[in-house]
């Protein structure tokens, strides 16, 4: 990791740069359609993941299919080095934008429930979803119990993202008390919903592959392809702490990987000066995107990629 001098330092030159060229910065944004930009609103993108994921991409999609689409004569496949709730690669083998994906994720609960659901129990649990009567009682019994096979740590790990605030799986997340429209724990447990999006993932499941592990090295060791696309998209410089049980990671160190990937990537992050700092380090073109984040709160997240050209047609 950078010392925190190195980090003060290049953000003070990015706020000089900054100072001497908004013109500039702002024209780029124009270019890239980012001041116009439209909240995307979610109920439009078809859900495809299981799982209420913390800092899921869902909002993304849009810009994520044009991003493929202005790729699509060198993509043979797509990586997501960080899948957590997996809707980009979902959407791009669902719709048959990608030919396959491979799906990286280093959090031990979240491999469990992919390991599942591209598996022949998929059904199984699909069907103990359906199944399981959920109150406050048959909740905190099942997760104060320790699952006695991979698919019961599955259903359980599944559970607790649908029914926890903001469905954080990360260690002191409380459930849900009230909920949505007082509905509490059953605000978001969708038995009949849940159960038909894990059979859709098997009518394509067999054009994804799963790997438990570090998403770093999987960029690394497909850096030299120019036929692979890689979705990237990390734990954030702050919320990432709070969200997420990996996630202290070295974010100058994926930039310097992203730089040497000979395939298209498209990067997310927060809206952070260290962030800014390094797309700028490593001569990345950066636009701002809005969405709507907990609470309906609207925000900017940023999108970074060697060439955003592409936003012109958005």
């Not at 709730?85 to 992919?114: F, H, N």
């Not at 019961?152 to 799986?169: D, T």
């Not at 997340?173 to 429209?181: F, P, Q, S, V």
Request: glycine share 6%; hydrophobic share 40%; with cysteine.
């Amino acid at each position: 990791m950078r010392s925190s001098k190195e980090i003060h330092l290049t953000h003070r030159r990015l706020r000089t740069s900054r100072s001497r060229n908004k013109s500039e910065v702002k024209e780029q944004l124009v270019l890239f359609g980012a001041t116009k930009a439209k909240i995307i609103n979610v109920a439009s993108v078809p859900q495809r993941s299981p799982f209420r994921y913390p800092g899921g991409k869902t909002w993304l999609i849009p810009y994520v299919r044009k991003w493929l689409s202005a790729n699509l004569s060198e993509a043979k496949q797509l990586i997501e080095p960080f899948a957590g709730g997996g809707i980009v690669s979902l959407t791009a083998v669902g719709e048959k934008r990608v030919q396959r994906a491979l799906m990286v994720e280093l959090d031990e609960d979240v491999a469990a429930v992919w390991q599942i659901l591209l598996s022949d129990d998929a059904q199984w649990l699909a069907d103990r979803i359906v199944h399981f009567s959920v109150t406050k009682s048959t909740v905190e019994s099942l997760l104060c119990k320790k699952p006695s096979n991979l698919r019961e740590k599955a259903f359980s790990v599944l559970l607790k993202n649908r029914v926890s605030h903001g469905g954080i799986l990360a260690n002191g997340a409380g459930l849900l008390k009230h909920g949505e429209n007082g509905k509490g724990l059953l605000s978001r447990w969708y038995p009949q919903t849940l159960r038909n999006r894990i059979l859709d993932i098997q009518t394509y499941k067999a054009n994804i592959k799963f790997v438990q592990g570090d998403g770093f090295q999987i960029l690394r060791d497909n850096a030299h392809r120019t036929d692979v696309l890689s979705f990237i998209d990390p734990p954030y410089t702050v919320a990432g702490r709070r969200l997420y049980r990996y996630s202290d990671i070295d974010h100058a160190a994926l930039f310097q990987i992203a730089a040497k990937l000979r395939g298209s990537f498209l990067m997310t992050y927060d809206n952070a000066d260290e962030i800014r700092a390094l797309a700028e380090e490593n001569r990345f073109q950066i636009a701002e995107i809005p969405m709507k984040g907990t609470h309906h709160a609207e925000k900017t997240e940023l999108i970074i990629s060697k060439d955003l050209g592409w936003l012109k047609i958005m």
